[in-house]
């Protein structure tokens, strides 16, 4: 288990800032925002440190793909075996049925290295809402990984064969600039849908293998350049910019940053440089990259990787508070971990020399694969091992996973500028007094994934006030005249389904128009709305957006004739409604918690809406606002059920199941009567 003689403990250096910087963004620290580019960074090491060794025997003639799997095999899969399996008994212990169920497939998609394929088909991003409640989600940087070096050992086979040493880097930085321009593009015109792929990362990872090639094959000797002595002027200047490449984009970027792209290239030539200037052995940047503890965290980052990122997300399942104290020992709790896998796993397996291909194929990858697709599919098959709950439970868990979105189906989930049909899409009455269908609805329902959840309440209301409605709805999609979203795949579509609907509401019949959406997310979220005046992520010009965006939308309504109704938000939770109720009936007492959201804190989500509101009810007296907040709401606290029932969805602190909206439908009309007698005031 000794090292190898051309072991670099700066490199293991490199890795510990690579890790660290994970491991605090998502500890939620706020000193490095951007710390998500520690992935970045391992690729690039990942990049040069196996290229290397591949271009090494290569050259010698000694280069086997069998040789290189059994390696990855045993470097990789024991201690990721290891994770997914600890997640599975902590999930059966602590999650309900659709966690599990969520967990078992992405353990599914992680087995057979395809996990960035699947977060990137259920999410709309690395940095969407609910994401931190994945324990898996950090398996995709793994599958990007692997998928590259299923292709890669084979190309740089086939380059030394058949191109020049200069030939091979002139190839080699034109992949990496077409990777990274394609991520830019992609990045700035399609939002997320980038950040998951091996053609966005392949640039990263060829940053490095581009510098080992280099580091290989370059004319000047590490022996001449050590012989010829460094300019410490110079190598100071460039060893203080590779640390300010890494460390600038930590603390620049965030969430709401083009990423990847130009702004994943910064840290990547941050790290080559600091590998390049690290290979001489009293280079400047070893008095820090070899400190004993930087090493270490180094020698366990892979393991570190692994073991933070389940521990985060089932703490936030225990609903741990995430203060810094929790944090800080959370952190402590995963470098033990890492420590023991580290020591007891990765160690041993990893250095055992007498292992063949076939051994380690069989009995560490294929063996322990079918076992996990084998438990992950009998998870899936009953649908998170429902049956280890009480009906109670079972009962209500089909109710808040029973969402408008759902239920709607077409009305909601068509991607396109083309409105939904209309037939299926009606509220309310929508049959007449002889049982034909209803001619024409009188209302527009009309809005993002808001309006969609207000839809049982609308068809109860609807139903009681004699009143045809149609919906229309893109989730995501802000029903506000002239915006963009910019930071979701369907960004511009929403801007042209809404100028669709607009047609719409010019040429029809209808009266009245409702709209919803996610006001509050809009407003005090960082911003992520652009419009023709301002395309920057900002949260000050989305909140300009929005205010622009209502004043064209109200104005455009009324010039058309019609009456135009804003929908207010119900209260946004501090946690999961239906995810609390639940909890609390089947974890121990210790980690039961108060549901609901305090009075307080719901004045507080909604002072800027409120105000932005009174404002354009000041400058348009006809514009109408309904709110349903008085059914929920007391004195003292706004509750997650309603007449006994959960009324959120499940997983969600914002919208409402469909058995809840109906639900808050019949508690409007009790209160309120019939709709278009109560919209005014």
Same mark, same amino acid.
């Given at each position: 288990?000794?090292?190898?003689?051309?072991?670099?403990?700066?490199?293991?250096?490199?890795?510990?800032?690579?890790?660290?910087?994970?491991? =605090?963004?998502?500890? !939620? =620290?706020?000193?490095?925002? !951007?710390?998500?580019?520690?992935?970045?960074?391992?690729?690039?090491?990942?990049?040069?440190?196996?290229?290397?060794?591949?271009?090494?025997?290569?050259?010698?003639?000694?280069?086997?793909?069998?040789?290189?799997?059994?390696?990855?095999?045993?470097?990789?899969? +024991?201690?990721?075996?290891?994770?997914?399996?600890?997640?599975?008994? $902590?999930?059966?212990?602590?999650?309900?049925?659709?966690?599990?169920?969520?967990?078992?497939?992405?353990?599914?998609?992680?087995t057979?290295? %395809?996990?960035?394929?699947?977060?990137?088909?259920?999410?709309?991003?690395?940095?969407a809402?609910?994401?931190?409640?994945? #324990?898996?989600?950090?398996?995709?940087?793994?599958?990007?990984?692997?998928?590259?070096?299923?292709?890669?050992?084979?190309?740089?086979?086939?380059?030394?064969?058949?191109?020049?040493?200069?030939?091979?880097?002139?190839?080699?930085?034109?992949?990496?600039?077409?990777?990274?321009?394609?991520?830019?593009?992609?990045?700035?015109?399609f939002?997320?849908?980038?950040?998951?792929?091996?053609?966005?990362?392949?640039?990263?990872?060829?940053?490095?293998?581009?510098?080992?090639?280099?580091?290989?094959?370059?004319?000047?000797?590490l022996?001449?350049?050590?012989?010829?002595?460094?300019?410490?002027?110079?190598?100071?200047?460039?060893?203080?910019?590779?640390?300010?490449?890494?460390?600038? #984009?930590?603390?620049?970027?965030? *969430?709401?940053?083009? =990423?990847?792209?130009?702004?994943?290239?910064?840290? &990547?030539?941050?790290?080559?440089?600091?590998?390049?200037?690290?290979r001489?052995?009293?280079?400047?940047?070893?008095?820090?990259?070899?400190?004993?503890?930087?090493?270490?965290?180094?020698l366990?980052?892979? +393991?570190?990787?692994?073991?933070?990122?389940?521990?985060?997300? =089932?703490?936030?399942?225990?609903?741990?508070?995430?203060?810094?104290?929790?944090?800080?020992?959370?952190? $402590?709790?995963?470098?033990?971990?890492?420590?023991?896998?580290?020591?007891?796993?990765?160690?041993?397996?990893?250095?055992?020399?007498?292992?063949? @291909?076939?051994?380690?194929?069989?009995?560490? @990858?294929?063996?322990?694969?079918?076992? @996990? *697709?084998?438990?992950?599919?009998?998870?899936?098959?009953?649908?998170?091992?429902?049956?280890?709950?009480?009906?109670?439970?079972?009962?209500a868990?089909?109710?808040a996973?029973?969402?408008?979105?759902?239920?709607?189906?077409? &009305?909601?989930?068509?991607?396109? %500028?083309?409105?939904?049909?209309?037939?299926? &899409?009606?509220?309310?009455?929508?049959?007449?007094a002889? !049982?034909?269908?209803?001619?024409?609805?009188?209302?527009?329902?009309?809005?993002?994934?808001?309006?969609?959840?207000?839809?049982?309440?609308?068809?109860?209301?609807?139903?009681?006030?004699?009143?045809?409605?149609?919906?229309?709805?893109?989730?995501?999609?802000?029903?506000?005249?002239?915006?963009?979203?910019?930071?979701?795949?369907?960004?511009?579509?929403?801007?042209?389904?809404?100028?669709?609907?607009?047609?719409?509401?010019?040429?029809s019949?209808?009266?009245?128009?409702?709209?919803?959406?996610?006001?509050?997310?809009?407003?005090?979220?960082?911003?992520?709305?652009g419009?023709?005046?301002?395309?920057?992520?900002?949260?000050?010009?989305?909140?300009?957006?929005?205010?622009?965006?209502?004043?064209?939308?109200?104005?455009?309504?009324?010039?058309?004739?019609?009456?135009?109704?804003?929908?207010?938000?119900v209260?946004?939770?501090?946690?999961?409604?239906?995810?609390?109720?639940?909890?609390?009936a089947?974890?121990?007492?210790?980690?039961?918690?108060?549901?609901?959201?305090?009075?307080?804190?719901?004045?507080?989500?909604? *002072?800027?809406?409120?105000?932005?509101?009174?404002?354009?009810?000041?400058?348009?007296?006809?514009?109408?606002?309904?709110?349903?907040?008085?059914?929920?709401?007391?004195?003292?606290?706004?509750?997650?059920?309603?007449? !006994?029932? +959960?009324?959120?969805?499940?997983?969600?602190?914002?919208?409402?199941?469909? *058995?809840?909206?109906r639900?808050?439908?019949?508690?409007?009309?009790?209160?309120?009567?019939?709709?278009?007698?109560?919209?005014?005031?």
């Open positions: 288990m000794t090292q190898s003689s051309d072991y670099r403990p700066d490199i293991d250096g490199l890795r510990a800032i690579a890790v660290l910087l994970v491991v =605090f963004y998502h500890a !939620g =620290f706020p000193l490095f925002p !951007g710390g998500f580019i520690g992935v970045d960074i391992f690729f690039v090491l990942s990049g040069y440190l196996i290229t290397g060794i591949v271009d090494r025997e290569i050259e010698a003639g000694s280069f086997r793909l069998t040789r290189f799997y059994t390696r990855r095999i045993k470097r990789i899969l +024991p201690a990721f075996y290891c994770m997914v399996f600890a997640c599975a008994m $902590a999930g059966y212990a602590w999650l309900l049925p659709p966690e599990f169920l969520e967990l078992a497939k992405s353990a599914l998609a992680g057979f290295f %395809v996990s960035n394929l699947y977060f990137s088909d259920i999410t709309e991003g690395y940095f809402p609910g994401v931190d409640a994945l #324990p898996l989600l950090h398996s995709w940087s793994l599958s990007v990984e692997e998928q590259f070096y299923f292709v890669w050992p084979l190309g740089l086979l086939l380059f030394s064969k058949s191109l020049t040493s200069r030939q091979m880097r002139a190839l080699l930085i034109g992949f990496l600039v077409a990777s990274f321009a394609a991520a830019e593009i992609a990045g700035r015109n939002g997320d849908g980038a950040y998951f792929a091996v053609w966005s990362r392949a640039g990263e990872l060829l940053v490095g293998a581009v510098l080992a090639v280099h580091h290989r094959r370059a004319k000047i000797s022996a001449a350049e050590t012989r010829r002595g460094p300019h410490l002027a110079l190598e100071a200047l460039a060893t203080f910019a590779g640390f300010g490449l890494i460390f600038g #984009p930590a603390w620049l970027l965030n *969430a709401q940053s083009v =990423f990847p792209g130009l702004n994943a290239l910064w840290p &990547c030539l941050g790290i080559a440089l600091l590998i390049h200037l690290g001489r052995p009293g280079a400047l940047s070893h008095s820090l990259l070899h400190f004993p503890p930087m090493v270490f965290v180094g366990i980052s892979y +393991p570190l990787y692994l073991w933070h990122w389940p521990v985060f997300v =089932f703490a936030r399942s225990l609903r741990i508070e995430p203060t810094l104290a929790n944090q800080s020992a959370l952190i $402590a709790l995963s470098l033990t971990f890492s420590t023991l896998s580290w020591w007891l796993i990765e160690r041993p397996i990893r250095y055992r020399r007498a292992m063949s @291909f076939r051994l380690a194929f069989l009995g560490i @990858f294929v063996t322990p694969a079918i076992g @996990f *697709a084998a438990i992950s599919l009998f998870i899936i098959q009953t649908d998170g091992w429902m049956d280890r709950f009480s009906p109670q439970i079972r009962r868990l089909q109710i996973q029973a969402g408008p979105a759902e239920a709607r189906g077409i &009305c909601h989930h068509l991607d396109a %500028v083309r409105l939904p049909p209309e037939a299926p &899409c009606l509220l309310g009455k929508t049959l007449k002889d !049982g034909t269908p209803v001619d024409e609805p009188a209302a527009l329902l009309w809005g993002d994934s808001i309006a969609n959840h207000f839809s049982g309440f609308f068809d109860e209301l609807g139903k009681a006030s004699n009143l045809t409605l149609r919906d229309v709805t893109m989730g995501g999609c802000p029903p506000l005249l002239g915006t963009v979203r910019l930071e979701r795949k369907k960004g511009r579509l929403c801007r042209q389904r809404n100028d669709e609907v607009l047609e719409y509401i010019k040429r019949d209808i009266n009245t128009v409702y709209i919803a959406g996610y006001w509050t997310s809009y407003l005090q979220q960082d911003g992520f709305l419009d023709d005046l301002d395309m920057s992520l900002g949260t000050e010009n989305s909140r300009r957006v929005v205010r622009d965006g209502f004043e064209r939308t109200i104005s455009a309504v009324h010039r058309a004739g019609k009456r135009l109704v804003i929908m207010r938000n209260p946004v939770l501090d946690s999961d409604g239906p995810g609390c109720e639940l909890k609390n089947v974890h121990p007492a210790w980690a039961k918690r108060k549901c609901g959201l305090p009075i307080e804190r719901f004045h507080e989500n909604t *002072a800027a809406v409120d105000d932005l509101l009174e404002g354009l009810r000041d400058r348009h007296p006809d514009l109408e606002i309904l709110g349903v907040s008085d059914l929920l709401c007391s004195d003292t606290l706004c509750a997650s059920r309603l007449d !006994g029932i +959960p009324i959120y969805k499940w997983g969600n602190r914002s919208h409402l199941n469909m *058995a809840g909206s639900a808050l439908g019949r508690a409007y009309l009790d209160r309120h009567g019939p709709l278009e007698r109560t919209t005014r005031g």
